[in-house]
């Protein structure tokens, strides 16, 4: 019963901020890797940040570092996503996914096809 759920999406003004989590259960979240991504409307999905097992290694994507810094709580199996100076063009629905491990290394971290779960998606509109 692996279920990944996110949370803390909402409606935000330019330059404001928002808090993801990403509830895991069914599996211990410290022995993966766990990517966020965004989907805009009529746009593809795209890798926003990862983080690795116990937050050994975290990347971003161009558009958001900087600005965007993941984390995780192993006493609540959590994995966060805290986002500042939010622009318009990060309006998206997040979704937090789970490295199975067993994709090839060649693939990048931002590859869709390394994830086995995915949460539902929670909503971030950023407009004035």
């Known amino acids: 019963q692996v279920q990944l759920v996110e949370s803390g999406g909402g ?7 928002l808090r993801l989590s990403c ?3 069914g599996f211990t979240l410290d022995y993966y ?3 966020w991504f965004r989907q805009a409307p009529g746009k593809d999905r795209e890798g926003v940040s990862r983080i690795g097992p116990r937050a050994d290694i975290t990347y971003y994507s161009d558009s ?3 600005r965007f810094t993941i984390s995780r709580d192993s006493a609540k ?3 966060y996503l805290q986002m500042d100076s939010l622009k318009p063009e990060d309006t998206a629905v997040y ?5 199975g ?3 090839s290394s060649r693939f990048p971290w931002t590859a869709l096809n390394r994830y086995d779960y995915w949460g539902q998606g929670t909503q ?3 407009s004035s």
Request: with cysteine; charged share 10%; aromatic share 6%.
């Open 11 to 17: 409606l935000v003004q330019p330059g404001g901020s």
């Open 23 to 25: 509830a895991a259960s």
């Open 33 to 35: 890797a766990i990517g």
């Open 64 to 66: 958001a570092k900087g």
């Open 77 to 79: 199996n959590m994995v």
């Open 95 to 99: 979704y937090c996914a789970r490295d």
């Open 101 to 103: 491990g067993y994709t």
């Open 124 to 126: 971030v509109t950023v």
